[in-house]
């Protein structure tokens, strides 16, 4: 694959032959101080690939965008992804995207190294891949992004063979001498003299002062070449034209970022079939953040939730959806809250008709007591109270389907009542939830030291959220959760720190751990 991206000047022949680079062959590093045309030389090379629809249909591109300069571009159709510095998460997509699909190429490739292939049966060749990471500079010197220096020294290393290429755009060569190893095609627009020894390795006279004007290696030699401009008319109208004429064949690989707030009004821009696929018991609660996929809750197959998070981030908004869509799904549902003095579930005492509101411990055990859902009255003493205990003979047969919310710092406390309730009589009825019909929501879970208490209550649940950064609280906070057995470290490397509406969803049972953006309510 050639594209013609300028002319070059040839004294020795005295011609100026068309500039061709070929990505296949090897990757790219463009230099050049601001406002010099390393940005107009990467649109030029995404114009020149989709003026080919025999090579854009064959061509998936990921721009990490640093310089906050591609735009419009990014709508192109062989672009799968274009994200800017600002979610860290976002970066990893690309990432992990990059490292499965160039697996799946080698596997595909069966030993053959792409260019090879591609010059003899470019039909046998799967989809060609291309990094493009506009400003450099600015991706080292982040230190969210310091981890990921080794993942892109194994992209530009192994890339090439197994059909990924690299192009980077960097005003200098400050901190890229490690990488340069790698790229055996340079460009390099305006910029200090001494630079120009630095990148081709040979005394280079400098270039004329023009926009995209710059120097080049071909074939071990060094050429001044003029850059072409992506569009010879109306830029603006003439990308809006050619995003147009390659609409017409999709690409399925595009990925959409997380920009503001998840809502079920938008949820279609970023997974197309999100709501059709949704099953009768199934409460979607947001998208993963890789493949977009559907997260949904099963509240038939999940009879005891926990939920555990910062404040601030969005744990009421989940609550909020999943009372509302049981509510709407369900008649005669009952919903028993569990509040304290913090009043955090108030607003949901108006959502529904049948719903008790109580504000202390005591008063859950004695209205489950006295509501049939498995236990006996307890006897009170001068000096403490007796707990009870639950009893089948006392279980009403016509008891609704009950929710019930439990939000109550006393709740994970070692008082008697506190600790009965959670070690025995709560297990045992989340035991039963499936027949008895009742769904169990720990809407803001707390730390509870007591292992007596701890264990048995970890054990009762089956889905978990966190609205937190995983690593940093399975190493502390949730070190006695049901994420206690993780690995901190590994989760801090797999995972990107969460910004407000990101959390994840845990399935305990199924052993599965996905990151999300929740929906807003």
Known sequence: ???????????????????????????????????????????????????????????????????????????????????????????????????????DNAKKLESNNYYSLYTKDPSRCPTHLTLIIENLNAFLADERYASYQERLMKLCRDGLSKGLSVIVTANDVTGTNRLMANFGQQVAFEMPSDNYFEIFNTKVNKPMKLPGRGIVNIDSAVYEFQCFVPFAGNEEVDLRTLISECSTVKNQNKMAAFNGDLTFDNVSKFSENAMSIIQRDDILVGLDYYEHKPVCLNVRDSRSIAIYGKRQFGKSNLLRIIVRTILKAN?????????????QLEEFQNIGSDNVYLTNVESLRDYLTENGYGGKRSVRTAKATVPPKPVDSVISDDTPYTVFVLQSKALYQSSVDATYLMREWIPEMIGNAESRNYLFIFSDVRNISAPEVRIPFNNSISVAFVLDNIGEFVGDKGSKSVFGEMDSRELKAEYAKCSVGDGYYYDVEADVLEKLRFIKS
């Open 1 to 103: 694959m050639e594209i013609a991206m300028g002319i070059y000047d040839a004294p020795q022949i005295q011609q100026q032959p068309i500039l061709y680079l070929n990505p296949f062959k090897s990757n790219i590093a463009v230099f050049g101080g601001p406002m010099t045309g390393k940005t107009t030389f990467i649109k030029a090379y995404l114009v020149r690939i989709h003026e080919k629809k025999e090579l854009a249909s064959h061509e998936n591109i990921y721009i990490i965008d640093f310089g906050g300069n591609m735009g419009e571009y990014s709508r192109l159709e062989s672009v799968c992804a274009c994200f800017d510095n600002s979610n860290e998460e976002n970066i990893k997509r690309i990432f992990k995207t990059l490292e499965r699909r160039m697996d």
């Open 331 to 343: 008649r005669g549902v009952r919903f028993v809250y569990l509040d304290d003095g913090r009043k």
